[in-house]
T-cell receptor, first 115, second 119 residues
Framework: LAKTTQPISMDSYEGQEVNITCSHN???????ITWYQQFPSQGPRFIIQ???TKVTNEVASLFIPADRKSSTLSLPRVSLSDTAVYYC????????????????FGQGTELSVKP | GAVVSQHPSWVICKSGTSVKIECRSL??????MFWYRQFPKQSLMLMAT?????????EQGVEKDKFLINHASLTLSTLTVTSAHPEDSSFYIC???????????????FGAGTRLSVL
């Protein structure tokens, strides 16, 4: 299973764009990159998923370079409510549980948004 | 979007009793469900993978007789913490992965979690 490395924490201010980069040097050919957001005492919430290039949805953008060894989650104009832990995970969700299909969480990035 | 319901959200029990936690996928079918536990200020730790109609697969170090998992249907998996002790107190979270027809790329969706406190 590909291991991911993220900054442990980041600080930002309301209205700023926040970019969180995740390193996954050993990503496999069939692996997707998925980002989750978790608030205290809640389950992780799916944010975005991508395989290559750029993916954008209503809450974030995901940038993936050609070599796919890293990815960057971009949150536009953050607010106080975006304060949370953000997890980057890689895996092939279509595989069986013993073939890389399960998601293993790393430490995540604790984002603190200040007024 | 996909909804995973987890019940109860909070449970307090006496040491030695058993506690059952339910995880349901409300608007999609899930052949595979996952159970995690999370201690304060730590990341999620995968405990086991639950496959509909077959035995669960436990991660290394997780006692299968302690944490009983049943995945009887495509929308329900249960985790039973047997003979609970204070060290089992934790935040338990389930997730479900869609079969893939209506939801793209087999995304894993999470329940809200269950806070277990063993006295």
């Amino acid at each position: 299973l590909a291991k991911t490395t993220q900054p442990i924490s980041m600080d930002s201010y309301e209205g700023q764009e926040v970019n969180i980069t995740c390193s996954h040097n050993n990503i496999a050919t069939n692996d997707y990159i998925t980002w989750y957001q978790q608030f205290p005492s809640q389950g992780p919430r799916f944010i975005i998923q991508g395989y290559k290039t750029k993916v954008t949805n209503e809450v974030a953008s995901l940038f993936i370079p050609a070599d796919r060894k890293s990815s960057t989650l971009s949150l536009p104009r953050v607010s106080l409510s975006d304060t949370a832990v953000y997890y980057c995970l890689v895996g092939d969700p279509s595989r069986g549980y013993n073939q890389g299909g399960k998601l293993i969480f790393g430490q995540g990035t604790e984002l603190s948004v200040k007024p | 979007g996909a909804v995973v319901s987890q019940h109860p959200s909070w449970v307090i029990c006496k040491s030695g009793t058993s506690v059952k936690i339910e995880c349901r996928s409300l608007d999609f079918q899930a052949t595979t469900m996952f159970w995690y536990r999370q201690f304060p200020k730590q990341s999620l730790m995968l405990m086991a993978t639950s496959n509909e109609g077959s035995k669960a697969t436990y991660e290394q170090g997780v006692e299968k007789d302690k944490f009983l998992i049943n995945h009887a249907s495509l929308t329900l998996s249960t985790l039973t913490v047997t003979s609970a002790h204070p060290e089992d107190s934790s935040f338990y979270i389930c997730s479900a992965r869609s079969i893939g027809s209506s939801l793209a790329k087999n995304i894993q969706y999470f329940g809200a979690g269950t806070r277990l406190s063993v006295l």
